[in-house]
């Protein structure tokens, strides 16, 4: 069956780094884009970085450009996102999806980052 299954989040202090990491299986990972997507405590849902099925195209918020990088590997069906400098108000839940042109196909279930001294 479909999974995508995030790791990586965690409590990391302000201006710390974070890796998440999302496994792909039970569908071709190359045919798809991704997404990171996140939901801070009380907050709506946030888009915070996309890659095409390539990993050619790579688009971000504006709050997290330049300190966050999404990455893929299809070789291993892997997603990533690279978290720099990382501050308080990145505290939220993360989660990847997978994408058909603009629809999301498939979710995580999502890894949890607390940003915190």
């Known amino acids: 069956q479909v999974q995508l299954v995030e790791s990586g989040g965690g409590l990391v202090q302000p201006g710390g780094s974070l890796r998440l990491s999302c496994a792909a299986s039970?569908?071709?990972?190359?045919?798809?884009?991704m997404n990171w997507y996140r939901q801070p405590p009380g907050k709506e849902r946030e888009l915070v970085a996309t890659?095409?099925?390539?990993?050619?195209?790579?688009n971000y918020a504006d709050s997290v450009k330049g300190r966050f990088t999404i990455a893929r590997d299809n070789a291993k069906n892997m997603a990533y996102l690279q978290m720099n400098s990382l501050t308080p108000e990145d505290t939220a839940v993360y989660r990847c999806?997978?994408?058909?042109?603009?629809?999301?196909?498939?979710w995580g279930q999502g890894t949890q980052v607390t940003v915190s001294s």
């Open positions: 999806a997978a994408r058909r042109s603009i629809a999301i196909r498939y």
């Open positions: 039970g569908f071709t990972f190359s045919s798809y884009g």
């Open positions: 890659i095409s099925s390539d990993g050619g195209s790579t």
